[in-house]
């Protein structure tokens, strides 16, 4: 059974940080392309960040220098460090997962991300 479990998410004030935590289960973690998606109320759901099974990191516009994307393939777990937060960063966070190949993705539950101006 495939398990992505997302945790740290939480409110915080304009310019604090979190760092959201997905750990993997049922999954050969490191073939997998990983990434975190957000989606805001009324809004779709927008990729944050990417890694590859590489470590080749992407990520979208508004959150380049605030947030770093990380891998730990000992542990299957994936990881967002989220530097100087704002307003319009609040939204549902979810991990994603699609394997090498292209065969198989998976998304996690979501966690909440709220933060306070």
């Known amino acids: 059974q495939v398990q992505l479990v997302e945790s740290g998410g939480g409110l915080v004030q304009s310019g604090g940080s979190l760092r959201l935590s997905c750990a993997t289960s049922?999954?050969?973690?490191?073939?997998?392309?990983m990434g975190w998606y957000r989606q805001a109320p009324g809004k779709q759901r927008d990729v944050v960040a990417t890694?590859?099974?590489?470590?080749?990191?992407n990520y979208r516009d508004s959150v380049k220098g605030r947030f770093t994307i990380s891998r730990d393939n000992t542990k299957n777990t994936l990881y967002l460090q989220m530097s100087n937060l704002k307003a319009e960063d609040t939204a549902v966070y979810y991990c994603?997962?699609?394997?090498?190949?292209?065969?198989?993705?998976?998304w996690g539950q979501g966690t909440q991300v709220t933060v306070s101006s």
């Open positions: 994603y997962a699609r394997d090498v190949w292209g065969q198989d993705d998976y």
């Open positions: 049922g999954i050969r973690f490191r073939d997998y392309t």
């Open positions: 890694i590859s099974t590489s470590a080749r990191t």
